[in-house]
């Protein structure tokens, strides 16, 4: 009896091997075997929730013994730390709001800034060109993933965070089609040394992994990406001169820098790397990040690819830390806030000249606008016309490069660069004139509110949750692309605009969660026509995210990230479930 279970435990072993393989594949009525093997092989410690029936292939290849066993390790060394570094988050938002006092240059990290000894390490050949990288681009969109390591581009953001919507399903099959692109597996791509430089960008610290639990913990969102695509990628990267490179999210202070220093160094070690094999751009996305870009680079000078900057995320990151005071009012953003306003372009100055000092590459923002079809039409001849003269800013500011999200600018941006700028990047431009006061990154542009931008605001927010729970991570509006950040920062000035009560440009009335309210339902045709509402479950779906919308922005306290909420709440979850049984079903795909 013994010896029977025996053998037919090393006969599912040898089946379970034969798939990695590829020599054999489980068919989809063998879920429930699957999900018994899956229970044998995972490491103690280890729950991992099963994948959507179709993902069956890319789950077993991925989700390997030794790769569950090395999630489980990273998880395991790392997650007290990350834990800390959110405690600590919140501890420095509870001292801003009971202090009063204001983000500054911090004194016991000023002997760092103050060296002017210190350099990051140079960054490998592949990356010493930056001028155009494609943007948003989620890697679950098979074809448009495809379409970009086909393109001209210098790199792509391999997107799992802002134009990501982390479903368990796009999370797998994201990762799998990275593990694909790496080995050359896609019909009439060029080899990955060839191809556009991977620039990989997990979650950020604020996202956990529903699916997976190492010692009954869900784990952290960035671990579980970041973890995979190192433990199947890293060596053939490296092996090809192409990587591994990686963007950091939301990073909000050097501590955090840090501890991404000490996971890189960890994961080196543990995959038999040299030091310094990793390199990551950190996109500074929080006011706070602002005054700790030289101790950043400092922590990960042994893994840095330099620094990022954003238009969006960093202006909602006011009103997440301070915009409960009047001070800090955010005025319309579709007519006051761009990157000419004093504590944007400071901030992008001061990016420019911390990096330069420091022999690292500063990279700004995406373009958003969407090119029409016809090259011949005056919107088309308008629209580059615009996004030349906001990227020709960057390039005076001395940036190295930014991203675009339409590939059919990635040319016309990169001849840009050919014209207004010398070699391979601007790194010579030091910017040593160049001096930023603290009143510079803090003092607010001057400016009202429209009701255009309220009810501009408030589509986005509530397409951009629709989007979310059709499991979408960015949608088109109105000519350019949406995805997280703008959803952030619209929701974040709806919410401070109704805590202020500021009144309308147009006739003086107050912004209140009545008029929000009345504004949206008075949109609904408006968004209909947007989602393409065809079913009555397209209908009642619009209806939960212009519900979910109001909830969020009338809360007393700010929630701090749109996405964190979303993907805590039962509806997402409930939706995503939803989602995976009609694609196990055949009758569901993404409009990706």
Same mark, same amino acid.
């Given at each position: ?217 869900? @784990? ?5 990406? %970041?973890?995979?695509?190192?433990? $199947?990628? #890293?060596?053939? /990267? &490296?092996?090809?001169? =192409? ?67 954003? @238009? ?5 990151? %006011?009103?997440?830390?301070?915009? $409960?005071? #009047?001070?800090? /009012? &955010?005025?319309?953003? =579709? ?258």
């Amino acid at each position: 009896m013994l010896s029977n279970c025996v053998r037919s435990t090393e006969n599912i072993v040898y089946g379970y091997k034969k798939v990695i393989q590829g020599s054999m594949t489980l068919p989809k009525s063998s879920s429930r075997g699957t999900e018994r093997l899956r229970r044998m092989l995972a490491p103690r410690g280890v729950d991992v929730e099963p994948p959507p029936a179709v993902l069956q292939l890319e789950f077993q290849t991925l989700f390997t013994t030794e790769a569950l066993q090395f999630l489980s390790d990273l998880c395991t060394t790392f997650q007290p730390e990350v834990d800390r570094v959110l405690k600590l988050r919140t501890l420095r938002k509870v001292q801003l709001d009971l202090t009063g006092e204001l983000p500054g240059f911090r004194e016991d990290t000023a002997h760092i800034r103050n060296d002017p000894t210190w350099r990051v390490s140079p960054v490998p050949s592949r990356l010493q060109c930056r001028h155009v990288d494609i943007g948003d681009l989620s890697p679950c969109d098979t074809h448009r993933f495809i379409q970009g390591l086909r393109s001209k581009a210098q790199g792509i953001q391999v997107d799992f965070d802002d134009g990501n919507c982390p479903t368990y399903y796009n999370q797998i099959k994201g990762i799998y089609n990275v593990y694909q692109a790496v080995r050359n597996q896609f019909h009439a791509t060029p080899p990955i040394s060839q191809a556009p430089v991977l620039m990989l960008r997990p979650r950020a610290w604020n996202m956990v992994e529903h699916n997976m639990m190492v010692h009954g913990q869900e @784990i952290p969102g960035p671990l579980f990406d %970041f973890g995979l695509l190192m433990f $199947h990628n #890293a060596k053939l /990267l &490296l092996e090809s001169q =192409s990587g591994p490179f990686f963007y950091l999210s939301k990073v909000e202070s050097h501590l955090e820098a840090k501890l991404w220093n000490q996971i890189f160094l960890w994961t080196e070690y543990k995959l038999d790397l040299p030091v310094g094999s990793v390199k990551a751009t950190v996109l500074i996305e929080c006011v706070l990040a602002s005054f700790e870009m030289e101790e950043i680079l400092y922590e990960l000078r042994e893994h840095s690819a330099g620094l990022n900057c954003g @238009i969006w995320d960093y202006s909602a990151s %006011f009103v997440n830390k301070l915009g $409960h005071r #009047a001070d800090f /009012l &955010l005025p319309d953003r =579709s007519k006051y806030v761009n990157m000419e306003k004093r504590f944007l372009r400071s901030y992008m100055d001061l990016l420019v000249k911390t990096c330069h000092r420091r022999g690292a590459l500063a990279t700004g923002g995406m373009a958003a606008l969407l090119l029409p079809r016809d090259k011949q039409s005056v919107l088309y001849k308008t629209i580059v016309t615009t996004v030349t003269r906001l990227k020709l800013l960057e390039i005076q500011a001395g940036v190295d490069g930014f991203m675009v999200y339409d590939m059919d600018l990635i040319e016309p941006m990169q001849k840009l660069f050919q014209l207004h700028s010398q070699g391979k990047n601007q790194l010579q431009q030091l910017r040593d004139d160049l001096t930023v006061s603290p009143d510079d990154l803090l003092t607010m542009p001057a400016g009202g509110v429209t009701l255009y931008g309220l009810k501009y605001n408030i589509a986005v927010g509530v397409l951009f949750i629709e989007a979310w729970l059709s499991g979408r991570g960015h949608f088109f509006y109105k000519g350019q692309v949406e995805d997280s950040a703008t959803a952030e920062i619209s929701r974040s000035q709806v919410w401070q605009w109704i805590r202020h009560q500021v009144k309308l440009e147009d006739d003086g009335r107050a912004v209140t969660r009545g008029l929000v309210r009345s504004l949206a339902q008075s949109m609904q045709d408006d968004l209909r026509a947007a989602t393409r509402c065809q079913t009555q479950r397209d209908e009642e779906r619009l209806a939960t995210a212009l519900s979910m919308f109001l909830e969020v922005v009338q809360k007393s306290d700010f929630p701090e990230f749109l996405t964190t909420y979303l993907y805590l709440d039962h509806t997402f979850l409930s939706s995503q479930r939803l989602h995976e049984e009609r694609m196990d079903e055949g009758h569901y795909k993404a409009r990706l």
